[in-house]
């Protein structure tokens, strides 16, 4: 049986050419700089500096931290009562409500926005505010799904015991479901604002030119000013801080049970 | 007492009702003015299918959709193969060598899509690699592949080692087991996993933007680009609308519909 793992052979080969390689050249155009056109093998933090250094840069970077903020909370918002509604239904209505709520993740995230394009073109809304429609509509679902599965894994028999001793619905719902549900939205957060950081097409496309987040940055970086070093840079930033972000949730998640 | 709880049903109801309209809004709306006789997107004048003809006419799109469809195509079946076979070899390998592999196996997947977008574009611009429709579909496999090993080795995992290992001992050559024991087992998991791989290429928009060059471009990459609202892209919204769920239907019916056919057969 051993033999059979030179059957995956061909894909560490893969793994070394199309995804370690990739991330290296990542690092390497990072902390190098280049003249016209050619690396020069040095070692230089200016890059990080650079972007550190400007407040330009900064706001951009919190306005795409506090957009992508919202959105997540917006989407626990509306999305945790919606699970919390579907798991106490009847078990087949629950399967179709998800399935519902499925089927439109599996349509072009860019026409879906088109849409919202077109739609919000008839109204006289802030440019920020359609941003949102767009994000909260793009990764509500996702946030409602991960919510549901852990409200729905939940032992009924422990609400049962809650009423048993006394509590009314909102004490057991605050000191049984609510808390039991947490790993569920952790992973909807980790779901939303992962994503959310980075995305650059729901700004571009529903808050017209003028909507610069740290995406359309490192969009702007390579596509257009042609500086891999600069953009190579914001990119490990952005990424540092949104896995960051997700160490201290997973963190949130812990210290609550230990409690 | 009751009345308060039928109260509460009404607004939990209404509650979903109203999330699932926000979801449904936008599908809804583009197929309705799809059908419209004019570029409004707020009155309905009357129904055309102009907006269909205009985009039979229209070059680009027509392109678009066609490498969106070969570029998946390739995607998918390269990913399949290559992600299926991997998955087994690693389900035999030892813990620790499986589990890194695994680990770097999910970056793509964990990775915002952008940074997966430029290590990809450093990488081919640094070799010098024209980006083509080659570097696309290298990178539309490179996403693709960790999404089936991630639907195929699960199942894996449930697998009796036994009953493979009995194949061989009665005589059976690794390759008989492979396909006549192993694969016939995995296989829905295979199919779900070829499911996920072509969606993801399909609808991707990222990674494709910085990896096909100048030349090419997806359904994504064609609708991102363009400057003023074309309507047409109603009536292409439309149709993926409808391919998608017909997809779906099917591909939630076929399984159903062939354990009933077994049962009828066991009976």
Same mark, same amino acid.
């Given at each position: 049986m051993k033999s059979f793992f030179r059957m995956s052979y061909p894909y560490i080969l893969w793994i070394g050419l199309f995804i370690i390689a990739p991330m290296v050249m990542i690092l390497l155009y990072a902390f190098t700089r280049s003249s016209d056109g050619a690396i020069t093998f040095k070692f230089t933090l200016e890059n990080f500096g650079r972007f550190l250094s400007d407040p330009t840069f900064l706001k951009v970077l919190w306005t795409s931290l506090r957009i992508a903020l919202i959105t997540t909370a917006v989407c626990i918002l509306i999305g945790y009562p919606a699970a919390l509604f579907i798991a106490n239904l009847p078990e087949k209505r629950q399967t179709f409500l998800i399935l519902l709520l499925t089927?439109?993740?599996?349509?072009n995230m860019l026409l879906k926005t088109y849409a919202w394009r077109g739609i919000l073109m008839n109204f006289e809304i802030e440019s920020e505010i359609k941003v949102f429609i767009g994000m909260v509509y793009d990764f509500l679902p996702y946030m409602i799904i991960q919510i549901h599965t852990a409200i729905a894994k939940l032992d009924r028999e422990l609400l049962t015991a809650a009423y048993d001793l006394g509590a009314n619905k909102w004490r057991a719902f605050l000191k049984v479901t609510l808390p039991l549900s947490v790993p569920g939205i952790i992973s909807g957060i980790t779901l939303v604002f992962l994503p959310a950081v980075s995305s650059f097409v729901i700004p571009k496309l529903l808050g017209g030119?003028?909507?610069?987040l740290i995406g359309n940055l490192i969009e702007t970086y390579f596509?257009?000013?042609?500086?891999w070093n600069f953009g190579s840079a914001i990119s490990l930033i952005m990424a540092l801080i949104i896995i960051a972000s997700m160490y201290l949730t997973r963190k949130l998640d812990t210290s609550g049970k230990e409690e | 007492m009751k009345a308060k709880k039928r109260g509460w049903r009404f607004f939990t109801s209404g509650y979903l009702i109203l999330v699932l309209a926000f979801i449904y809004l936008p599908i809804l709306y583009v197929m309705l003015f799809s059908?419209?006789? /004019?570029? %409004?997107?707020? /009155?309905? %004048?009357g129904f055309s299918l102009r907006w269909y003809e205009d985009m039979l006419e229209n070059r680009e799109m027509l392109e678009s959709i066609k490498y969106t469809v070969i570029v998946a195509l390739i995607a998918t079946g390269v990913s399949t193969v290559v992600g299926t076979v991997a998955a087994i070899g690693l389900s035999k390998a030892r813990p620790l060598v499986r589990n890194l592999i695994l680990e770097i196996n999910n970056l793509p997947v964990l990775n915002p899509d952008i940074v997966t977008a430029i290590s990809l574009m450093l990488l081919f611009l640094s070799v010098k690699i024209q980006r083509s429709i080659v570097t696309l579909t290298l990178a539309h496999i490179t996403f693709c592949i960790p999404y089936v090993i991630l639907s195929v080795m699960p199942k894996l995992r449930q697998l009796d080692d036994n009953v493979a290992e009995a194949a061989m001992d009665l005589g059976a050559t690794p390759w008989v087991a492979l396909t006549r024991v192993i694969i016939p087992q995995i296989y829905p998991a295979i199919l779900s996993g070829a499911l996920i791989a072509f969606s993801m290429s399909f609808d991707d928009f990222v990674i494709s933007f910085f990896t096909a060059g100048v030349d090419v471009q997806n359904i994504s990459m064609y609708v991102y680009s363009m400057k003023r609202f074309n309507p047409s892209v109603n009536a292409l919204s439309t149709l993926i609308v409808i391919a998608v769920t017909l997809i779906l239907v099917l591909a939630n019916l076929i399984p159903a519909l062939r354990e009933r056919k077994n049962k009828r057969e066991d009976t």
């Open positions: 089927l439109p993740m599996w349509i030119g003028n909507y610069v596509l257009v000013a042609g500086d | 059908f419209n006789d /004019s570029k %409004s997107m707020i /009155s309905f %004048s």
